[in-house]
């Protein structure tokens, strides 16, 4: 039997000392009297990365996991942050994943045990009312407990700064060296004199959302709608019934928030098979669209009819109807889209006179645009009201693109008449995404060095043009880890996930409108095919 090293022993036995989680001590205890080498090795390859937006990854014991002592780290690191920087006060908000409220309860007590004053939210809420109540309340920082729409034995630690937005470098850097620096979480001092917030902050919020709409505007329109087990359902429906929509028809079974997930594989509505209860359900009432969010409800999923059933629109699809509706509706400032996202709302903008710019994927970087009027992500996330909350927003965001669809359904037409009109004056934009799903997070580095050294010189219907090697800020954007390849209508653009161990390959062709739009389609699905099948055999994991 491989023996383990006696560093690795002392190491696990010295965290599972500072733990002030029973369970997982326990189960740290059990590792090491059972000699799981393989185990240990991997839960104390180091403290687990605070990187996009915070922390990300499985709950369980060890530096490598989340738990309350990678948690009560996080929150001494930005304790530290907070007051080098002379601020005073930290809202924080959670979901209703496991260990959610506890890891906010850890936060507030160090945060107090510091010097500084913290405020809880009263309940699990959506990330969007920690965003907004940061702003609201005047506070230097907010901390987020959620892991989003990650697999049900996650969980994670989203923190933004004063602007409301989630920290970009070198703000991230700095916080993780601080949080690196702190020693036993034993020896922090913990308060207990934070502050419960009532109901105030999460009225406000659903005043500033409801304030987005016309009263008088069309409301006729039949709503299904699925919070996939999170938290934004009791808050979306009172907000689509205070705005004068029918009350909508629901995913019954997911309705209710539940840590364990327990219809859907992945609580991700891009993911396969998790809209199936949503659509059911729409089928049963004869609904004219469908609604959802994520579990935290900073994304929205939108459904619409097609034929004799119903498809899911793509997150560039709603992503371009909304920025088109804000325009229409005079919102001004700069439009914004991440640049994995389609092309089409910068072709949108330059039609219509108004500023465009394309940033880094991850709303920390759609969030920083100066004067932003919209912004938007292909993964399902529209920020449609800055001012209020400077990040994604999955309610506001549904509340829109209902009042959107009403519209349309008042003057005889539909979301998918909206699209085809903006396709023919503008272009097809058609996308899709190859997700490879790696056990092996070397894999990814492999695929993306292998890119790097033989790119390929044809992909799907052309040559090749140009290669932008991201690492290296070509295109004028930050260093990231991504490749884009630029073909005579259509891009491929290839990257590391930021929260989840996959390869993600993005892609776009552009068809001009000149005939029929079927004929338009096809060609665009033929072509997308033809990308999908080259990218994925050049990254050597297909």
């Given at each position: 039997m491989t023996e383990l090293s006696p560093n690795l022993i002392e190491e696990a036995r010295a965290w599972a000392a500072d733990d002030p989680d029973p369970e997982t001590q326990a189960e740290l205890l059990r590792l090491i009297e059972a000699e799981d080498l393989t185990e240990l090795a991997d839960r104390f390859s180091g403290l687990l990365q605070f990187g996009t937006a915070g922390l990300r990854g499985e709950l369980g014991s060890g530096p490598n996991r989340m738990n309350r002592v990678v948690v009560a780290k996080a929150a001494a690191g930005l304790a530290s942050y907070v007051l080098a920087n002379g601020g005073h006060a930290v809202v924080i908000g959670y979901d209703a994943r496991r260990n959610s409220d506890v890891f906010a309860r850890d936060t507030a007590e160090i945060l107090t045990g510091a010097g500084l004053a913290a405020m809880v939210l009263p309940e699990p809420l959506p990330t969007p009312v920690l965003a907004f109540?940061?702003?609201?309340?005047?506070?230097?920082?907010?901390?987020?407990?959620?892991?989003?729409?990650?697999?049900?034995?996650?969980?994670?630690?989203?923190?933004?700064?004063?602007?409301?937005?989630?920290?970009?470098?070198?703000?991230?850097?700095?916080?993780?060296?601080?949080?690196?620096?702190?020693?036993?979480?034993?020896?922090?001092?913990?308060?207990?004199?934070?502050?419960?917030?009532?109901?105030?902050?999460?009225?406000?919020?659903?005043?500033?959302?409801?304030?987005?709409?016309?009263?008088?505007?069309?409301?006729?329109?039949?709503?299904?709608?699925?919070?996939?087990?999170?938290?934004?359902?009791?808050?979306?429906?009172?907000?689509?019934?205070?705005?004068?929509?029918?009350?909508?028809?629901?995913?019954?079974?997911?309705?209710?928030?539940?840590?364990?997930?327990?219809?859907?594989?992945?609580?991700?509505?891009?993911?396969?098979?998790?809209?199936?209860?949503?659509?059911?359900?729409?089928?049963?009432?004869?609904?004219?669209?469908?609604?959802?969010?994520?579990?935290d409800a900073d994304r929205c999923a939108v459904g619409i009819r097609s034929g004799d059933g119903y498809r899911l629109l793509r997150g560039d699809e709603v992503g371009v109807l909304l920025g088109d509706y804000l325009i229409r509706r005079g919102a001004r400032g700069t439009y914004a889209n991440s640049i994995v996202s389609s092309s089409m709302l910068g072709r949108v903008c330059a039609a219509a006179g108004v500023r465009h710019t394309e940033t880094l994927t991850g709303f920390k970087w759609i969030s920083k645009v100066d004067d932003l009027a919209y912004g938007y992500e292909e993964a399902l996330g529209y920020c449609v009201d800055p001012a209020g909350v400077n990040d994604k927003d999955g309610v506001s965001a549904a509340l829109l693109i209902a009042q959107l669809a009403a519209d349309e359904k008042a003057a005889g037409r539909t979301l998918e008449d909206a699209l085809d009109d903006l396709y023919r004056s503008h272009g097809l934009h058609?996308?899709?995404?190859?997700?490879?799903?790696?056990?092996?997070?070397?894999?990814?580095?492999?695929?993306?060095?292998?890119?790097?050294?033989?790119?390929?010189?044809?992909?799907?219907?052309?040559?090749?043009?140009?290669?932008?090697?991201?690492?290296?800020?070509?295109?004028?954007?930050?260093?990231?880890?991504?490749?884009?390849?630029?073909?005579?209508?259509?891009?491929?653009?290839?990257?590391?996930?930021?929260t989840e161990p996959k390869l993600k390959c993005y892609l776009e062709v552009v068809i001009e409108v000149t005939g029929s739009l079927q004929e338009a389609r096809d060609l665009a699905t033929e072509r997308l095919g033809a990308l999908r099948a080259d990218i994925g055999a050049a990254t050597g994991l297909v």
């Open positions: 109540a940061i702003r609201h309340l005047g506070c230097a920082a907010g901390v987020m407990v959620t892991a989003s729409h990650n697999p049900p034995n996650d969980n994670g630690y989203k923190v933004y700064v004063g602007d409301g937005s989630q920290i970009v470098p070198p703000t991230d850097a700095d916080i993780a060296a601080r949080i690196n620096a702190v020693g036993d979480v034993s020896a922090l001092p913990r308060g207990g004199e934070w502050v419960t917030l009532g109901e105030e902050v999460l009225a406000a919020y659903r005043e500033r959302v409801l304030s987005l709409v016309d009263s008088a505007a069309p409301k006729n329109l039949a709503i299904t709608y699925t919070p996939m087990h999170g938290v934004g359902g009791a808050l979306l429906v009172d907000v689509l019934r205070k705005a004068g929509f029918p009350t909508p028809t629901v995913a019954t079974e997911q309705f209710q928030p539940d840590p364990a997930f327990p219809t859907v594989a992945f609580p991700n509505p891009e993911e396969p098979g998790a809209m199936d209860q949503a659509v059911a359900a729409a089928e049963a009432a004869g609904s004219d669209i469908i609604l959802a969010n994520d579990p058609a996308t899709d995404q190859l997700s490879v799903r790696v056990e092996d997070l070397s894999l990814i580095g492999t695929a993306m060095d292998r890119l790097r050294a033989d790119p390929p010189k044809y992909l799907g219907f052309g040559r090749v043009q140009s290669m932008d090697d991201l690492s290296r800020g070509d295109g004028g954007l930050p260093p990231t880890d991504g490749l884009r390849f630029r073909l005579d209508g259509g891009r491929v653009i290839v990257r590391p996930s930021g």
